[in-house]
């Protein structure tokens, strides 16, 4: 499996993906917004569009999509309850089904609501998997639920999937907003020395060679998976003192996502 992340430069600092097979040159295009960029790196590298991949329905996510088809004839994938807000969907997927790229890429998705609740990460079958998370997990950071979405929603699919995953997958979020989601956590958790330490050295990353995470590291860095954490919990007992000495994760992350939301 060949990944290519396309930083499109834009005001909602979106990333591209194109996943592409080897040995056939076949690429499915992630939330291909920047459509144009994404055809001119496929045209270098020899491959050929065959889908498209929509993590959700939000316009920054499907805006390329009728660039990508014109050019290439692209089938359009998303989540199977989205048909009524993607045009032109041709594919409808759920838990555990398999996206194929070529002979050799399997791509399974997740079922992931929060952000949205027609919401699809893509965990790779590779011996390190990668996980293309759209606007669920974020480089220490988590989707809001502002638009179609339920925090409590985005607590399960945290807990129940995201909190199984093997410590080396990789994380291939849908925008760049490191620097903001480690102040964040900061925020929240001052004595974060492997946050401090990131953000030190990525605060003027270069977003077109973006820092890829692991999965470990995001344990490390993501306030949103750190809800048993004493300094996160000192700190949101002081400002909420109704929560209690022992507040559950649940209760955390909700109070977490509030706060990042006007943060």
Same mark, same amino acid.
């Given at each position: 499996? #060949? ?11 979106? &990333? ?23 055809? !001119? ?7 050929? #569009?065959?889908? #498209? ?36 969907? $041709? ?5 555990? !089904? ?21 919401? #699809? ?5 590779? !011996? ?6 759209? !606007?669920?997990? &974020? ?17 399960? @699919? ?13 994380? &291939? ?7 903001? +989601? ?30 890829? @995470? ?8 993501? @306030? ?15 400002? &909420?003192? $109704? ?17 990042? +939301?006007?943060?």
């Amino acid at each position: 499996m #060949i990944v290519e992340q396309i930083w499109t430069g834009n005001a909602y600092r979106n &990333f591209n993906y194109l996943v592409a097979c080897p040995e056939t040159g076949d690429a499915l295009a992630i939330d291909p917004l920047d459509y144009t960029k994404c055809l !001119d790196v496929a045209r270098d590298r020899g491959w050929t #569009i065959t889908q #498209i991949l929509n993590t959700h329905e939000h316009g920054d996510h499907i805006g390329g999509n009728k660039g990508i088809v014109a050019a290439t004839g692209a089938r359009i994938v998303a989540h199977k309850n989205a048909g009524s807000r993607i045009p032109n969907m $041709d594919r409808g997927v759920a838990a555990g !089904d398999v996206i194929k790229v070529g002979t050799t890429v399997e791509l399974e998705c997740l079922d992931t609501p929060g952000h949205t609740m027609c919401h #699809i990460c893509l965990l790779s079958h590779t !011996d390190q998997p990668g996980l293309f998370s759209g !606007d669920t997990l &974020f480089n220490a950071g988590a989707g809001n639920c502002h638009n179609g979405g339920h925090p409590e929603e985005l607590y399960e @699919t945290f807990e129940r999937q995201l909190e199984t995953l093997g410590e080396d997958t990789r994380i &291939f979020p849908g925008h760049d907003y490191l620097v903001n +989601n480690l102040e964040f956590t900061l925020d929240r958790e001052p004595d974060n020395a492997t946050a401090k330490d990131m953000l030190e050295n990525y605060r003027d990353q270069d977003p077109d060679d973006a820092l890829v @995470t692991t999965l470990a590291t995001e344990r490390e860095i993501n @306030t949103f998976f750190r809800l048993q954490s004493p300094s996160v919990i000192a700190r949101l007992t002081d400002q &909420f003192p $109704d929560l209690g000495d022992k507040p559950d994760p649940k209760a955390v992350f909700l109070k977490l996502r509030e706060l990042r +939301n006007s943060w």
